[in-house]
């Protein structure tokens, strides 16, 4: 295995210690810590309910991501979407790669290699847990496009859906749908 430096800017604060990565106070944890917390909230209130909690915070947060990183960067359109995809890959969370994106129609499709949540899970349970754990992803698609679409002046809103994910038998790799609603 070959490995590499951050390949985006990461600042700390001398007097805070806050990580900032552009223009966005960061966290760095260890996944263990980050996926183990997941799973007890899993546990606790089950799958399908977490899933729409974070179905709609993680919509809010790539939003508001995109939105600050379009003021920050002076990018737009495709080019904050290519922006996001790469940035969740640099920070650790997978290997995002958009399959198709029609940002006036308000569709996309999205593969993810190597999902830190599917890495987990198989470690901790020693094989496939046959069902799509990678759910935090899907809120994130729909907010990023949805500011896309709204910076454009374009009344298209969207939703996303994981439709496969790697942690199911005979799946290598996950898949995300956006859709208009």
């Not at 979407?81 to 650790?92: A, C, D, T, V």
């Not at 009344?155 to 994981?162: L, S, V």
Request: proline share 3%.
């Amino acid at each position: 295995m070959s490995t590499h430096a951050p390949e985006m800017p990461i600042l700390v604060d001398d007097e805070t210690g806050v990580w900032t990565t552009d223009a966005l106070p960061m966290l760095y944890v260890p996944r263990h810590f980050f996926v183990n917390n997941h799973m007890g909230i899993e546990d606790e209130i089950g799958a399908e309910r977490y899933a729409d909690i974070l179905y709609k915070a993680g919509y809010k947060s790539a939003y508001f991501w995109c939105e600050q990183e379009s003021e920050c960067h002076g990018i737009y359109g495709e080019d904050i979407w290519h922006h996001y995809l790469k940035r969740l890959s640099q920070r650790g969370w997978g290997i995002f790669i958009t399959e198709e994106l029609d940002v006036e129609k308000g569709t996309a499709k999205i593969r993810l290699e190597n999902s830190a949540f599917v890495y987990h899970y198989e470690k901790i349970h020693g094989k496939k847990v046959n069902r799509k754990v990678d759910y935090m992803f899907t809120g994130w698609f729909a907010g990023a496009l949805d500011q896309i679409l709204e910076s454009k002046g374009l009344a298209t809103r969207t939703k996303a859906e994981q439709t496969q994910s790697a942690a199911e038998e005979g799946c290598d790799v996950g898949y995300f749908e956006v859709t208009p609603l």
